[in-house]
Nanobody, 124 residues
Framework: EVQLLESGGGLVQAGGSVRLSCAAS???????????IGWFRQAPGKEPEEIAC????????YYEESVKGRFTFSRDNAKNTVYVQMNSLKPEDTAVYYC??????????????RGPGTQVTVSS
């Protein structure tokens, strides 16, 4: 079974930057590049929201409107790893960030696998 593990969260001041990583393990050889993979976040008391999704290596990345221009998604297929570079962070970016994997040919939602999440807290 595929496993996803996020890392890189923590406490940062408003205006700062954080880079999250998500490593996918137990993946079929050379299959990672074909899978949709991305990031969701869930703030306290709010519904989860999809903030970035790469449907495959050949397709452009979707970004949620509030993170466009501030967050940059990237994927390293050789390492089965994806990243999200988060710049100009705001207190409203405070949330648990989850790495999610979708089904081939579809998007990141609904996801078929999800990591345990990593907390990002932005102080004002």
């Amino acid at each position: 079974e595929v496993q996803l593990l996020e890392s890189g969260g923590g406490l940062v001041q408003a205006g700062g930057s954080v880079r999250l990583s998500c490593a996918a393990s137990r993946f079929p050889f050379n299959a990672f590049k074909d899978y949709p993979i991305g990031w969701f976040r869930q703030a306290p008391g709010k519904e989860p929201e999809e903030i970035a999704c790469s449907r495959s290596s050949d397709m452009s990345t979707y970004y949620e409107e509030s993170v466009k221009g501030r967050f940059t998604f990237s994927r390293d297929n050789a390492k089965n790893t994806v990243y999200v570079q988060m710049n100009s962070l705001k207190p409203e970016d405070t949330a648990v960030y989850y790495c999610v994997l979708g089904a081939v040919g579809f998007g990141c939602s609904p996801s078929i696998y999800r990591g345990p999440g990593t907390q990002v807290t932005v102080s004002s």
